[in-house]
């Protein structure tokens, strides 16, 4: 009888020596048994010389055939386990269905793919799958509505300033006005707290019907931030030519160190009428055009957001007066970096609305 190699016979001492009723074969033990039987040599001699039963051998033998069968029909063998409940081809439909249907729910899609696939899931199958393909369920973002004219308005505006560098938009001055509310509107907000904590007041967001509110005009540019103005009354034509009158001249001082600059504001009635705009050609004020539409290319904006997220740190306050007081002293503390951080992004936003034909941006 031929000798066992080194490495076989490791494996059978090994399991010999564990003392247990079922011998367990090394891989290599197991292919020189099968290898043996090729030979023709007699199962009842192969079993005795690995210390097995003859039907552990032909259970051995069995096995390496069957599975040299499935590789060489059906390739390499593949995981074991309940089949999916879709194809390819139905995850593609289930695809192409919420592709075409972005606001639909997990239901309709499933009744959709049942009539076009006959595929009967459950909509947390349906769930799965949409995820497996990276799509997700999540809140619409809220932007302007866009017209094909505001498309082409804004990519030929962006195309024109896209070679403008931060040293350019440093030289801008951008406006705008917000309002303020002494009790801020009842965002959607999250807590950890037990089903009977659910109305307890410090797990409730308070709202108010017609909260008391203040307008704001301000403006910022080369790293800083010009005089906020307090807006009485409704603002239009008159209003605003006399916030310009008061903000302007100390903005050239204080933001641009007397230098010259450019004026940004959006297309409101009151910014565009030709009231303002012969103001604006008696006081040379060079205006930087903007397209219509555009909130997301006012870095302002996002200034906007994060001054009142300041002075909401604040509250509750008694009135509006002290309100008036805390805005005053938020807007005047915003950091340096904030701002330079804002101005950098004008390429970026530019980029977006290049890239993106004209359309809205993350912004």
């Known amino acids: 009888m031929a000798a066992i190699t080194r490495a076989a016979a490791a494996g059978i001492i090994d399991a010999v020596g564990l003392g247990v009723k079922r011998r367990r ?10 290898a043996r039987c090729s030979e023709g040599v007699p199962q009842k001699e192969v079993a005795a010389l690995y210390h097995v039963t003859e039907s552990c051998v032909s ?8 599975a040299a069968s499935e590789q060489a029909t059906e390739g390499p063998q593949t995981r074991r386990g309940r089949p999916p409940k879709l194809s390819s081809g139905d995850a593609q439909v289930l695809r192409q269905i919420a592709e075409k249907k ?12 049942l009539q076009k696939t006959m595929k009967r899931i459950s909509r947390w199958t349906t769930r799965r799958y949409l995820k497996a393909m990276n799509i997700r369920s999540g809140v619409a973002a809220k932007k302007p509505l866009l017209t094909a004219r505001h498309r082409k308005m804004r990519l030929a ?3 024109e300033h896209s070679t403008w560098t931060d040293e350019d938009w440093t030289q801008v001055l951008f406006s705008d006005e917000t309002t303020l509310e ?7 907000r999250m807590c950890y707290r037990t089903l009977q904590q659910k109305y307890q007041a410090r797990y409730t967001v308070p709202t108010v019907k017609h909260p008391r509110k203040i307008m704001l005009w301000g403006c ?4 800083r931030v010009g005089h906020l103005q307090l807006v009485k009354g409704i603002i239009n034509s008159h209003t605003y030519i006399s916030i310009m009158r008061r903000s302007l ?3 050239k001082q204080i933001v641009f160190d007397g230098g010259e600059f450019i004026f940004q504001q959006d297309n409101a009635p009151c910014h565009v009428s030709a009231t303002t705009r012969r103001w604006f050609a008696r006081k040379n004020i060079e205006l930087l055009a903007w397209p219509p539409q555009s909130p997301d290319l006012n870095q302002i904006e ?10 909401e740190a604040r509250m509750p306050l008694a009135n509006i007066e002290a309100l008036e007081t805390v805005v005053v002293d938020c807007w005047t503390e915003i950091p340096e970096e904030t701002l330079r951080g804002l101005i950098q992004s004008m390429p970026e936003r530019i980029r977006e609305v290049i890239k993106n034909k004209g359309g809205a941006t993350s912004f």
């Open 25 to 34: 074969l090394s891989v290599e033990a197991k292919q020189e048994l099968v």
């Open 59 to 66: 259970k051995i033998i069995k096995k390496t055939q069957t």
């Open 102 to 113: 972005p606001c639909g729910s997990a239901k309709v899609y499933t009744a959709d793919l």
């Open 157 to 159: 505006w962006a195309r």
């Open 182 to 188: 002494l009790v801020p509107n009842a965002r959607r």
């Open 220 to 223: 910022f540019g080369n790293c």
């Open 249 to 251: 001249v100390s903005a």
């Open 302 to 311: 996002n200034l906007w957001m994060i001054f009142k997220r300041r002075v």
